[in-house]
């Protein structure tokens, strides 16, 4: 029975390791979600004792005084869980020094794989999220803009006759009655903060410590997820490969879609496998290694079903729900490939490029 490479040990391990990512992540956002909804329950009794069906001019000062006291209450769980998550962020780091443990017990090289320090984790958490913006200031705006919600809705509600109890109802909803509040929202947005800021970080560490470790590793390899949630930006990169560079840079291998580190949208799912050098590339030779290990690292991308593969076996309906009607059309009759729905900077296409 052939025995696994290793780098498709390395890849099943990323694989199981990605689980593992999804579980702290799940963990992390029921924590902020718990702490949400004390919130609410707090501003919900700060608003039912506020009287608001009494006050007619906004300029009162007992109404900016109330409101004021509302949003205060917001502002300083916000700053909380903006403290929690970069702590949580922060123990990622324990969950990503194992994790390359368990990889460099998969590799016939005694090396020691070289690790990220906490420092340097901790500036990964902290000053890195989406598209550069810092993850402090993503939670600000949404300190922000529910503060600002949550008084436009009371001035509505005054402005148009509400009482007191469909004033709190606005804000913070009625599920008996089917009403969403501006509360569903932030939990909703606080679920996707925490997700997508668990992968930056988890994936951002990993890429630094492959880069740090180029002596062994000479690249990556892009997985997505096989599923029917999975974004056309994502099944276009499935199974791509980029190299690194002298400077430690990844360009492509093969085709000429740039680098872009996952997650490249909210909620992105992919996640980045390493690809090991040859044991010519290490500088062995021939006679100085096994025939056995010389099968198990060979430098070769670890085979596995591709999103291209997987999607040729769907119906005609779920490939056109997942692409659109022209692109599966396209896809179908095979004149495009999902690495050609992104042009040659890596951004989508869009259909009328394949009428």
Request: proline share 4%; with cysteine; aromatic share 6%.
């Amino acid at each position: 029975m052939p025995t696994d490479t290793t780098n498709e040990l390395l890849a099943d391990e990323t694989r199981t390791h990605a689980i593992r990512i999804d579980r702290y992540s799940a963990r992390t956002q029921a924590s902020i979600v718990r702490r949400l909804r004390e919130m609410l329950g707090e501003i919900r009794e700060q608003m039912a004792s506020a009287d608001w069906e009494s006050l007619t001019d906004f300029r009162q000062k007992s109404f900016r005084s109330k409101l004021t006291v509302v949003q205060s209450t917001i502002k300083e769980y916000y700053d909380d869980l903006k403290d929690e998550t970069r702590s949580k962020l922060i123990d990622l780091n324990d969950l990503e020094v194992k994790f390359i443990e368990r990889l460099s017990n998969e590799i016939p090289v005694k090396l020691d794989l070289n690790t990220l320090t906490p420092t340097e984790l901790k500036t990964i958490a902290t000053k890195n999220f989406f598209n550069g913006t810092p993850l402090d200031e993503f939670w600000d705006r949404q300190s922000t803009s529910l503060r600002n919600k949550l008084g436009d809705q009371i001035r509505l509600g005054i402005m148009q006759g509400d009482t007191n109890k469909e004033i709190v109802e606005r804000v913070i909803g009625n599920p008996k009655k089917g009403l969403p509040g501006i509360a569903d929202i932030a939990e909703r947005d606080a679920r996707t903060i925490v997700r997508t800021s668990v992968q930056t970080v988890a994936n951002s560490a990993r890429i630094e410590t492959f880069r740090n470790n180029r002596e062994l590793i000479r690249g990556v390899q892009w997985v997505s997820t096989l599923d029917g949630r999975t974004s056309q930006q994502c099944m276009a990169r499935d199974g791509l490969v980029w190299l690194f560079d002298a400077d430690g840079n990844l360009e492509p291998d093969g085709h000429s879609i740039p680098f872009s580190e996952p997650p490249i949208h909210h909620s992105c799912r992919s996640t980045l496998i390493p690809i090991t050098k040859s044991w010519k590339e290490l500088g062995f030779d021939r006679g100085e290694v096994t025939a056995a290990a010389r099968a198990s690292m060979d430098g070769e991308v670890a085979p596995s079903t591709t999103m291209d593969d997987w999607l040729k076996n769907k119906p005609a309906a779920f490939v056109d729900k997942m692409l659109g009607a022209t692109k599966g059309a396209a896809f179908r009759n095979g004149d495009i490939k999902l690495r050609d729905l992104l042009d040659q900077w890596g951004n989508l296409r869009t259909s009328k490029d394949f009428e």
